[in-house]
């Protein structure tokens, strides 16, 4: 049974930091590669990062130069540095896992964490 559990998630005022960490068990971790979405009340679910299987790297643009994704296969664990949090960015964080490695739409994931929240206050 694969399992994506997501913690780091919490309060934090503008501007602040936090990293999520999303620990998975039931699969060859770095057979997989790893994405970060989130999904704000009443939005549709978005792409935030993600990491492939040999460190390759990509970030939503409205992300990139303050969040950080990160991978230690040693650990089954894939984390999300984000830095300079706004509050338009409280959502609950997913991890996803996906062993294609060629999308990084929320369709093309296959296995997802329950998520964990965070919250910006302004």
């Not at 068990?25 to 057979?31: H, P």
């Not at 992300?63 to 894939?78: E, L, Y």
């Amino acid at each position: 049974q694969v399992q994506l559990v997501e913690s780091g998630g919490g309060l934090v005022q503008a501007g602040g930091s936090l990293r999520l960490s999303c620990a998975a068990s039931g699969l060859t971790f770095s057979n997989y590669a790893m994405g970060w979405f989130r999904q704000a009340p009443g939005k549709e679910r978005e792409f935030v990062a993600a990491i492939r299987r040999f460190g390759s790297i990509r970030y939503a643009d409205s992300v990139k130069g303050r969040f950080t994704i990160s991978r230690d296969n040693a650990k089954n664990t894939v984390y999300l540095q984000m830095n300079s949090l706004k509050p338009e960015e409280t959502a609950v964080y997913y991890c996803a896992a996906d062993n294609a490695g060629s999308s990084w739409s929320v369709s093309a994931m296959d296995y997802w964490g329950k998520g964990t929240l965070v919250s910006v206050s302004s």
